[in-house]
């Protein structure tokens, strides 16, 4: 019985010291975003990593903050996956496919089932 404890106690130990990979959902300026990459730099988020930038939005300068600051981002759009559900569905697998922990609507205007 000991050993599942111990097992179980170095699993969790292992997990609360890696950072938290954070998405940011985004749709426009990025005013948000720039908030979070700046307070994350600065040391003011610090049990989490903003790993994903994903927009709803083509044009969206957001896109441009996230490359700059060197955080993979990309659109998608409901055109792009003809229509809501499979603007879903590709938001989950992307999301999904990277492991992330915790998701941020950012100024994400969009409405999601």
Do not use: P, W
């Not at 950072?19 to 908030?35: D, E």
């Not at 988020?45 to 996230?66: C, H, M, P, Q």
């Amino acid at each position: 019985m000991s050993n599942a404890k111990t097992e179980c106690a170095i699993a969790t130990s292992e997990r609360s010291h890696a950072k938290a990979k954070i998405a940011v959902l985004v749709s426009g300026g990025g005013t948000n975003l720039q908030a979070l990459i700046d307070a994350e730099k600065s040391g003011i988020i610090k049990s989490g990593t903003i790993s994903l930038v994903i927009s709803n939005k083509k044009s969206a300068y957001a896109l441009e903050r996230a490359a700059n600051a060197g955080i993979e981002s990309f659109a998608i759009t409901r055109k792009s996956c003809g229509g809501q559900e499979g603007f879903e569905r590709r938001l989950i697998e992307e999301i999904e496919s990277r492991n992330i922990d915790l998701i941020i609507m950012a100024g994400f205007m969009s409405i999601l089932s």
